[in-house]
C-alpha cells in the first residue's frame, strides 16, 4: 500500500486503518509523503470524517511523532488548559495564577497566534526579560518551586502536529472537528497533565462559528481523554465580541494584572472564573460551588495575583518596565444609543493592521500596539463618546474600526 491508495480510499470515504494513517502521517514526518499528498490526504478528511477510532489512532501517532513529558516525580494532580484561540483571549495569563495560588500544580505549554487570534507566548514575550523557553529540567524545577510554569512548547512536542497544522493553515483544512481534536489532544496528552479543561470558543471571532459543530468537538475531545485515563472538561464560550477592554499583546498583559488587582469585572472575568472553577473542581474532586468560592477568594485576597507576580519574576519578566505605545487615536461615535455588539473580527484585523498579530510568517509583531475598548456590549454611548482608543506606531488612514460597533437608537 502507498501514499496514493491511502488518499484514494479516504476520499471514497474508506475508513483507513493505524497502519495506513502511520504510512501516511509518519511518512510526511520523514519528507517521503511531499506536501501535495497530505494537502489532498487533510482535504479528503476534512469532506469525509473521521471514525472514532481512526481519531484516536491519529491521536497515538501524533503523540508518539515526539517527546512525552512524564510529570510524576511532581507530587500533586497536575492541571492543564486550553483554548482553541480568540479575540482578546489572555485567560491563560490570569488562570493559571489563580489555580496556581490555591496549591494545584499548572504545567502549561502555550502556542503563538494563530490566524487573527493572538497567542500567549506572543503577550507574554510584551515583557522585557521574560523567557518563554525551558528545557524540561527547567519546566520540571519551577512546576515544583512555584507550581506553575508557561512556556513555549519544546520543538520535540508533538513535531507532527506542527508540521500538519502549517500546511492546514494554507490549505483550508483547518476546521475540521476531527483534525482540531487529534492536533489538541495530543499535545495536551503528551505535555503529561492528569486533567484537562478545554475552553472551545464558538462565534465571529472563533475557528469555529456554531454550536452544533462545537459539541460534536467537546464530546470527541472526551472520549479521547477517557482513551488516555484523563480527565478532561469543556466549556464552550462565546467569540462574537472581544474577551475584556484590551486587544494587542502588552495591552492584554496590562489588563490580566489588573484583573487580578480585582480592578475588572467585564466578560473576561466572568469567563475565568468559569474556566478555574472547573480546573479547581477537578483538580480537588470537590463541587463547582465550593470550586468557585475558593477561586473567588483567591482574586480577592490578592493571592493569585501574587502567584502572577511570582511567575513573572521567576521568569525573568520585568513588568514595570512593560512598553506600551504612547501614540494613541480616539475614535468618537457618531450615534447616540445602546452597544448592542462589537464585532471580533473587526476587532482584531484593526489590531493586527497595528501590528499586533502576523500577515506572513516573516512579519514581526509590534507588542506595544492594539485596541482599548473604553465601551462595551450593553453600555450606553452618547454623540462624541470614546468608542474605543487605538494604539499604534505606524501611521494609517483608515482604520474601520467603527464598523465593529452596532448602535441601536434609543
Ligand atoms: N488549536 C490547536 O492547537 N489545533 C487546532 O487544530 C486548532 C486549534
Not at 102 to 111: A, D, H, T, Y
Not at 287 to 309: H, Q, T
Not at 322 to 343: A, Q, R, V, Y
Amino acid at each position: 500500500m502507498n501514499i496514493i491508495d491511502v488518499i484514494n480510499k479516504k476520499r471514497n470515504n474508506g475508513e483507513l486503518t493505524r497502519e495506513e494513517l502511520e504510512v501516511a502521517f509518519n511518512g510526511f514526518l520523514k519528507k517521503e509523503v511531499k506536501d501535495y499528498q497530505m494537502s489532498a490526504l487533510l482535504m479528503a478528511i476534512c469532506i469525509n470524517g473521521m471514525s472514532d477510532q481512526e481519531v484516536f489512532d491519529l491521536t497515538d501517532i501524533f503523540i508518539n511523532s515526539g517527546e512525552i513529558l512524564d510529570l510524576s516525580s511532581i507530587p500533586g494532580v497536575k492541571v492543564d488548559k486550553h483554548s482553541t484561540g480568540g479575540v482578546g483571549d489572555k485567560t491563560t495569563l490570569i488562570v493559571a495564577p489563580i489555580v496556581a495560588s490555591l496549591g494545584i500544580k499548572v504545567p502549561k505549554m502555550s502556542g503563538r497566534g494563530l490566524g487573527l487570534t493572538g497567542g500567549t507566548i506572543d503577550k507574554l514575550e510584551s515583557i522585557p526579560g521574560f523567557r518563554v523557553e525551558a528545557n524540561k529540567e527547567q519546566f520540571l524545577k519551577q512546576l515544583n518551586d512555584i507550581g506553575m510554569i508557561i512556556c513555549s512548547q519544546t520543538d520535540n512536542l508533538v513535531p507532527l502536529d506542527r508540521e500538519v497544522y502549517s500546511l492546514r493553515d494554507v490549505t483550508g483544512t483547518v476546521d475540521s472537528v476531527p483534525l482540531i481534536a487529534v492536533s489538541i489532544m495530543s499535545k495536551k496528552i503528551a505535555s503529561g497533565a492528569d486533567k484537562i479543561l478545554i475552553d472551545i470558543k464558538c462565534g465571529e471571532g472563533a475557528l469555529l462559528n456554531d454550536e452544533r459543530t462545537a459539541k460534536e468537538l467537546r464530546d470527541l475531545m472526551i472520549r479521547i481523554g477517557n482513551k488516555y485515563e484523563k480527565e478532561v472538561r469543556c466549556l464552550i464560550s462565546d467569540m462574537d465580541t472581544p474577551l475584556g477592554y484590551c486587544v494587542g499583546n502588552a495591552l492584554e498583559v496590562a489588563e490580566a494584572a489588573e484583573l487580578l488587582e480585582g480592578k475588572i469585572k467585564n466578560n473576561l472575568y466572568d469567563l475565568c472564573v468559569d474556566i478555574a472553577s472547573n480546573m479547581v473542581s477537578m483538580a480537588k474532586e470537590i463541587s463547582i460551588i465550593d470550586a468557585r468560592e475558593e477561586v473567588i477568594d483567591a482574586i480577592n485576597s490578592k493571592k493569585a495575583l501574587d502567584k502572577f507576580n511570582q511567575f513573572i519574576n521567576y521568569q525573568g519578566g520585568r513588568l514595570d518596565d512593560m512598553p506600551i505605545s504612547d501614540k494613541t487615536l480616539e475614535i468618537k461615535s457618531t450615534k447616540k444609543g445602546i452597544i448592542k455588539d462589537i464585532n471580533a473580527l473587526i476587532v482584531a484585523r484593526v489590531s493586527d493592521s497595528l501590528g499586533s498579530g502576523k500577515t506572513t510568517v516573516d512579519d514581526k509583531i509590534d507588542p506595544t500596539v492594539g485596541v482599548f475598548l473604553n465601551k462595551q456590549v450593553g453600555d450606553k454611548v452618547e454623540l462624541g463618546d470614546t468608542l474605543c482608543t487605538l494604539y499604534y506606531n505606524k501611521v494609517q488612514d483608515n482604520f474601520n474600526i467603527t464598523d465593529a460597533f452596532t448602535i441601536e437608537e434609543e
